[in-house]
C-alpha cells in the first residue's frame, strides 16, 4: 500500500515546471513590467507596496513553491500538497483584487490602474497581471490534482516493482512470495514450490 504512495517525478514535471514559470511572472511582473511599459500606477519599475504585497509577490511565491513541490517530489501526499497550494494561489490571483477592498477601505491595498496606451494593452495587462494568470494557474493546478488523484496502472505496477524483501529473510534464505519459473519447453508455468513437491 505504501508503494502506491509513489509517484514518478514525470507524472508533475511539465505542470510543474509551468507553475514555476507562471508564479515567477506573476511576482516579479509588477517590478520589472515598467522597464516595457507593461504596468499597473505608479509606473515605476521596483515600487513596493502593500498591495503589490498582498496581491502578486505571496500568490507568486505560493504558486512558485508549488510548482517546486510538483517537480521535486515522489510522494503522491506532497505533490497534492503542492498542486492544491497553487490552485489557491491562482485563485487569489483572479479575485483578490476584487476581494481586497471589502477589508481595506483605505485603499493600502490597492494595486493601481492598467497605464497602457490603448483599451487593448490595458485589457492584456488586467488579464496577464490577475483574472487571466490565476485562470491558468488554477487550469494547471487542478489537472495536477486529477492526475494525482488517480492510481494509473503504470503506479500500481512501479509499486508492485518495488516490493522490498526484508534482509533477514534474504539471509535466512525464506521467500515471502513464490518465483516463477519454466519448466521445459511448453508454455506451462509454476513456482518453486510445485516444482520441488513433483
Given at each position: 500500500m505504501a508503494g502506491m504512495l509513489r509517484v514518478p517525478r514525470s507524472r508533475g514535471a511539465l505542470s510543474g515546471f509551468l507553475l514555476v514559470l507562471l508564479g515567477l511572472w506573476g511576482g516579479l511582473i509588477a517590478f520589472v513590467g515598467p522597464y516595457f511599459h507593461f504596468a499597473y500606477t505608479p509606473d515605476t519599475a521596483w515600487y513596493y507596496s502593500a498591495g503589490r504585497l498582498w496581491l502578486e509577490i505571496l500568490p507568486g511565491a505560493a504558486t512558485f513553491l508549488g510548482g517546486l513541490i510538483l517537480l521535486g517530489t515522489r510522494t503522491r501526499p506532497v505533490a497534492m500538497f503542492g498542486a492544491w497550494l497553487a490552485a489557491l494561489s491562482g485563485a487569489w490571483f483572479a479575485v483578490g483584487q476584487t476581494l481586497a477592498p471589502l477589508w481595506n477601505s483605505s485603499g493600502a491595498m490597492a494595486v493601481g490602474t492598467p497605464v497602457g496606451s490603448s483599451t487593448l494593452i490595458r485589457t492584456l495587462e488586467e488579464i496577464s497581471f490577475f483574472a487571466g494568470l490565476g485562470?491558468?494557474?488554477?487550469?494547471?493546478?487542478?489537472?495536477?490534482?486529477?492526475?494525482?488523484?488517480?492510481?494509473?496502472?503504470?503506479?500500481?505496477?512501479?509499486?508492485?516493482?518495488?516490493?522490498?524483501?526484508?534482509?533477514?529473510?534474504?539471509?535466512?534464505?525464506?521467500?515471502?512470495?513464490?518465483?516463477?519459473?519454466?519448466?521445459?519447453?511448453?508454455?506451462?508455468?509454476?513456482?518453486?514450490?510445485?516444482?520441488?513437491?513433483?
Open positions: 485562470v491558468v494557474i488554477v487550469f494547471l493546478a487542478a489537472m495536477s490534482i486529477g492526475r494525482l488523484s488517480v492510481i494509473g496502472v503504470r503506479d500500481a505496477r512501479l509499486a508492485e516493482r518495488e516490493v522490498v524483501v526484508p534482509d533477514s529473510e534474504v539471509a535466512a534464505g525464506e521467500r515471502t512470495e513464490p518465483v516463477l519459473t519454466r519448466r521445459g519447453s511448453g508454455s506451462a508455468v509454476t513456482t518453486d514450490d510445485e516444482a520441488a513437491d513433483q
